[in-house]
């Protein structure tokens, strides 16, 4: 800085004062010309003005301004904004005093009517959001309130943003950030949700119960079922064995009752082979009563021929003298 009356100094000795003054008066333009130049970001525009009437929009790029007649009146964001309004006082039809934030998401569209609309636009939104809220919430009840944010989201956005298309302003979406009913009414809905909570867990435990009681008595029912068939299956099989063994039993004395009369058949046989003569025949006929009258029987059939058994007998005992 020091150095430049110095070198402006030696330029004047050295430079006629044309010369100083030409290169005074380029270097004034160059200044100017390059103040003038103006380059527009992404997402941005400019309103212009020449001579204090509106001129142009400068969109996205690089643009000159015309010197001393043209001046930027607005730099205006053009990508959507969101307005964090403080909470505003409401009351509900049933006369419940509470506490409501809103949240406005906007978005620029038209940049002359928002540089020219109105002075201060965003005010504008957050009183209009107050007044709108207010008329809203009036028509509901508490319990109403508090479970149709989307249907009061709704209306607010379509009033918004009706009310702002003169400022060139969109409202894409409104939401309640927050409800603060009073303590007393927190208090209340909070005894109220314990309730609820405690029915539901009554109900869930009672249903639990039931579905165990059922199952329980299906358990049973399937238990009993399977042990009367475990019953009429052991009973079958008992039937089967007790039906087979008799079969078998009875196969048994009819073999033992076909041995039998195969020996005697074949006693006979031997006994006529042998050629026995009738003092043998008499002598086991007698044998034979005499097993007959040592059994159980309390009938006795004697042959009417008396004689012809005493007969029988003095031939027997002459038969055993011999023999001894």
């Given at each position: 800085m020091n150095?430049?009356?110095?070198?402006?100094a030696s330029a004047k000795e050295t430079l006629d004062p044309i010369t100083v003054v030409f290169i005074v008066a380029l270097s004034i333009v160059l200044l100017i010309f390059i103040s003038c130049l103006k380059v527009v970001p992404q997402g941005h525009a400019k309103v212009i003005e020449r001579l204090g009437k509106y001129h142009t929009t400068w969109q996205t790029g690089v643009h000159f301004k015309a010197p001393f007649i043209d001046r930027i009146a607005r730099s205006v964001v053009l990508m959507e904004q969101v307005a964090d309004f403080p909470p505003q006082p409401v009351i509900t039809s049933d006369n419940v005093k509470m506490q409501i934030d809103t949240v406005v998401f906007y978005q620029i569209t038209d940049c002359k009517l928002f540089a020219y609309g109105h002075v201060n636009p965003i005010a504008a939104i957050e009183?209009?959001?107050?007044?709108?809220?207010r008329n809203i919430i009036g028509d509901l009840e508490l319990d109403a309130t508090l479970t149709s944010r989307d249907v009061i989201n709704t209306k607010m956005r379509s009033i918004l943003d009706e009310a702002t298309d003169p400022w060139g302003i969109k409202v894409n979406r409104v939401e309640l950030k927050n409800i603060i009913p009073p303590r007393e009414i927190q208090e209340a809905?909070?005894?109220q949700m314990k309730a609820e909570r405690?029915?539901?867990?009554?109900?869930?435990?009672?249903?639990g119960e039931k579905k165990s009681a059922i199952l329980i008595a299906e358990g049973q029912k399937q238990s009993r079922i399977l042990e009367a068939e475990a019953a009429k299956q052991a009973e079958i099989l008992r039937a089967t064995a007790q039906k087979e063994?008799?079969?078998?039993?009875a196969e048994g004395e009819a073999e033992a009752i076909l041995k039998v009369q195969q020996a005697t058949a074949d006693g006979i046989k031997m006994i006529n082979e042998a050629g026995a003569s009738r003092e043998s025949l008499i002598l086991k006929s007698l044998e034979s009563m005499e097993r007959v009258a040592d059994g159980q029987a309390t009938k006795i059939i004697v042959p009417s021929d008396m004689q012809s058994v005493a007969s029988l007998l003095a031939s027997a005992n002459e038969i055993l003298g011999e023999k001894k």
């Open positions: 150095t430049l009356p110095i070198i402006l009183n209009l959001t107050a007044t709108t809220l809905m909070e005894k405690e029915r539901r867990e009554s109900i869930l435990r009672a249903e063994a008799k079969i078998l039993e």
